[in-house]
């Protein structure tokens, strides 16, 4: 069945640091993919997405490319601030219904 | 505006008690989710409602659990009789429109629930 698989956290960076956090999926068809972002005690906020292959989502300097050919979703974010702190969900949409990876908590250190 | 509404915000109770909570979706989205959140085992989707009528009911665990959505602006999950491991954070989330791939999900700040 359809599925999404992120890299295992937590992720602990530095201020300015790059950061990458994989996302790799398997479905049949052309799903959307998304990005959401959930903060301590909150519920979960979308970050981008991208409805077709080579789409790129953009949104607060994180970035992700629809990969078909690796079947990839990668967030990427050039320089991370404390406030980015938080767990990073990766999903894909299919039938109207969301399914999501595991989550990656990012923790980011001034 | 105003997002998704969810109450209470926390619940403790002891097992064996009914708990109910509750959903207010964004005004004019016609789809509404419920989703379980644990450590163990991520987010699941329970139940998702397309104009008021259950649509996928397959990830209600078991026969416990039963949502309801009277109507448009209203939804509720409710645990009967509520057992330890049904501590979690369960979420409500509302969208435009089922059918159409490209729009997402708004969520409620979730009610985290906590079974004696």
């Known amino acids: 069945g359809d599925s999404v698989t992120q890299m295992e956290g937590p992720v602990t960076l530095s201020e300015e640091a790059f950061l990458t956090i994989n996302c790799t999926y398997t479905a049949t068809g052309y799903p959307s993919l998304f990005w959401y972002v959930q903060y301590p005690g909150e519920g979960l906020q979308l970050l981008l997405k991208?409805?077709?292959?080579?789409d790129k989502g953009s949104n607060k300097g994180f970035e992700a490319t629809y990969r078909k050919e690796t079947t990839s979703f990668h967030l990427e974010k050039g320089s991370v601030q404390v406030s980015d702190s938080a767990v990073y969900f990766c999903a894909l949409k299919k039938g109207g219904k969301l399914i999501f990876g595991q989550g990656t908590e990012l923790s980011v250190k001034p | 505006d105003a997002g998704v509404i969810q109450s209470p915000r926390h619940e403790v109770t002891e097992m064996g008690q009914e708990v109910t909570l509750r959903c207010k979706p964004i005004?004019?989205?016609?789809?509404l989710f419920w989703y379980r959140q644990t450590m163990m085992r991520g987010l699941e989707l329970l139940i998702y409602?397309?104009?008021?009528?259950?649509?996928?009911d397959s990830g209600m665990p078991e026969d416990r659990f039963s949502a309801k959505m009277p109507n448009a602006s209203f939804s509720t999950l409710k645990i009967q009789p509520s057992e330890p491991r049904d501590s979690a954070v369960y979420f409500c989330?509302?969208?435009?429109?089922?059918?159409?791939?490209?729009?997402?999900?708004?969520f409620g700040d979730g009610t985290r629930l906590s079974i004696l």
């Open positions: 409602f397309n104009n008021n009528v259950p649509i996928d």
């Open positions: 005004s004019g989205h016609n789809s």
């Open positions: 989330a509302s969208s435009p429109m089922t059918g159409d791939s490209n729009q997402p999900q708004h």
């Open positions: 991208a409805t077709k292959a080579d």
